[in-house]
């Protein structure tokens, strides 16, 4: 599972029959810099996901890959590798917050 920022939108009229109708998102892996202060970087990894939670552009989502991107009840027996398993409302780092989300 990983960190990610949705950045955007993917839209393919073409696609297998049990991925039509599903919403994909662009989304931006991020790590999280270790160092006091705690920030959010970017990393390289960019993923399309399977939204199954409403996430929006801008937003801090959980991101579950592989084998276990199969395991929602909305993603079972689909040919996907990644899935938007939550959208993040807080991260906390050595009791400092580092993320908020934004009412």
Not at 16 to 24: A, D, F, P, Q
Not at 50 to 75: F, H, K, N, W, Y
Request: proline share 4%.
């Amino acid at each position: 599972m990983f960190i990610g920022k949705v950045t955007g939108t993917v839209v393919a009229t073409q696609k297998v029959e049990t991925v039509v109708g599903r919403k994909l998102l662009l989304v931006q892996a991020l790590n999280v810099k270790g160092e006091s202060p705690a920030a959010l970087e970017p990393r390289s990894l960019t993923a399309v996901a399977i939204d199954t939670v409403g996430a929006g552009e801008g937003e801090l989502v959980l991101v579950t890959q592989g084998s276990s991107a199969r395991l929602t009840e909305m993603t079972r027996n689909m040919p996907v590798d990644a899935v938007v398993v939550g959208i993040i409302d807080a991260i906390q780092v050595g009791g400092q917050e580092l993320y908020k989300k934004q009412p």
